[in-house]
């Protein structure tokens, strides 16, 4: 396997099908909750510490997916969690916390620490039903961040409707498979011909 290539496979996750536990209520929780909610704003969280910063309640509070529990975390806490972010200040902590998330076979997130990660959490770029995943795999999330940005300046607002008009066009095409693959492919050929 060549080192330098990124190995990562991406996916797509329905966020409200699914329950999240994210471990800490600080700046790094925040972000965390703060990244799952951009991508589903009706993502099944449950956050748990024994301080939680007053921008994660007024989340809570905007998103009835998300449940808070102020106290600290105790191993009954991973019952029932498909994904666990752990997100503490405490490295030991986290550590703790993972070997008991992977005795149950929960994919985990350690924030700020690849190499406990089983996922990381890329940069995302939505216009509507368009949403492409980035990453450095654990490289540079600054550049990952700078790229979002170029993405969303040069990707048109009115994304959302080609992807419906081509919805609309694949539904009306006849015949078998191939000859609808060919069809769309001459159809959408002029969105990355250079001119």
């Not at 536990?21 to 009706?42: H, Q």
């Not at 806490?77 to 200040?89: E, H």
């Amino acid at each position: 396997m060549n080192s330098l290539e990124n190995t990562l496979f991406p996916i797509f996750l329905k966020l409200d099908m699914i329950k999240t536990l994210i471990v800490g209520g600080g700046f790094v929780g925040l972000e965390k909750l703060e990244a799952l909610l951009k991508n589903d704003a009706e993502a099944n969280v449950r956050l748990l510490a024994p301080e939680i910063r007053d921008e994660i309640w007024e989340l809570a509070d905007e998103h009835a997916g998300v449940s808070l529990i102020q106290k600290r975390f105790d191993p009954t806490d991973l019952q029932n969690i498909d994904l666990a972010i752990l997100a503490t200040a405490d490295r030991a902590t986290n550590h703790a916390i993972r070997k008991q998330a992977k005795k149950k076979g929960i994919i985990t997130n350690v924030a700020d620490t690849p190499d406990l990660c089983d996922f990381y959490l890329g940069s995302t770029v939505k216009k509507g039903n368009l949403k492409i995943g980035i990453s450095t795999n654990g490289q540079s999330p600054t550049f990952a961040k700078r790229f979002r940005e170029v993405l969303e300046n040069i990707l048109p607002e009115d994304t959302n409707e080609l992807l419906g008009n081509l919805k609309k066009v694949r539904d009306q095409l006849k015949g078998d498979f191939s000859h609808k693959v060919s069809e769309l492919n001459r159809i959408t050929k002029t969105l990355v011909d250079k001119t």
